[in-house]
């Protein structure tokens, strides 16, 4: 994204002469103070460190799980990071995930209402004021798909009561994050798992998402570890 800056510029003599036209300056979204802000020559030395992978247990994992949800369901272990995709017969894919931070968190159940790959971006009108606000910047009102876009390859649009809750699962420019609780409360993937995620869970899909301090954990799932090579030859 690139946004235009206005200079005005006064002449004191005529070895001071005025840009013939204005600068674009490049501006990049700041995933740990969730902001906008200048993509300076500091910040681009920064990106190829900030682009590192996850801990390897982000990666994504077939495991064993004993649950009550019916396969095809998502449960989001906000505490520990993981999303896992119920596949039934005791299986599961698990995938590492960036959730909300502190404050911006929510659980609870919902449902797939639609999903879309490399959507566009409309940030919400409470992210525009708190960004006016808070920082003194505007943020743009849209940004359409694509590389830069913070809502990744693809993301799922998580409805309840048949209504738009806001929340998403999508994918990110920034794979550094996941593993980390960050997020204004969208639950983020690494482009590739969420590209995944979306061939298996179609619209109606249900979402179950356990509190950040894994409050009813015990209720909703139990992971017994990753499945091994005799688990994938002889079930279980």
């Known amino acids: ?3 235009t800056l206005a200079l005005v510029a006064g002449l004191a003599g005529p070895a ?18 969730n902001r906008w802000e200048p993509a300076s020559a500091a910040q681009r030395r920064m990106s190829s460190a900030m682009m590192r992978k996850p ?4 990666m994504r994992k077939e495991v064993r799980i004993g649950t009550n949800e019916a396969p095809g369901t998502i449960i989001i272990d906000s505490e520990r990071h993981f999303l896992y995709f119920v596949e039934g017969n005791g299986r599961a894919t698990r ?9 911006f968190g929510w659980s609870g159940t919902a449902k797939v209402g639609r999903k879309a790959e490399w959507p566009d971006w409309y940030p919400p009108k409470e ?8 920082n003194k910047r505007e943020i743009p009102a849209y940004m359409p ?9 693809a993301a799922l649009y998580l409805y309840q009561n048949g209504r738009d809750t806001m929340f998403r699962i999508h994918g990110t420019n920034q794979p550094w994050t996941i593993g980390q609780s960050m997020s204004s409360g969208c639950i983020r993937m690494m482009n ?3 590209q995944d995620l979306y061939t298996r869970a179609g619209p109606g899909t249900k979402v179950v998402v356990i509190d950040a301090n894994g409050a009813g954990r ?11 090579i005799l688990d994938a030859i002889f079930g279980g």
Not at 218 to 228: K, L, M, T
């Open 218 to 228: 015990n209720a909703v799932y139990a992971e017994a570890g990753p499945r091994g």
């Open 145 to 153: 798909g694509g590389p830069d876009n913070p809502l990744g390859a």
């Open 192 to 194: 590739q798992d969420v």
């Open 55 to 58: 801990a390897k247990e982000f």
């Open 95 to 103: 995938y590492g995930v960036g959730v909300g931070r502190e404050g």
């Open 1 to 3: 994204m690139r946004i």
């Open 16 to 33: 001071l002469l005025a840009p013939a036209a204005a600068k674009a300056e490049e501006m990049r979204y700041n995933y740990i103070e």
């Open 127 to 134: 992210m525009i004021v708190r960004e006016r606000v808070q």
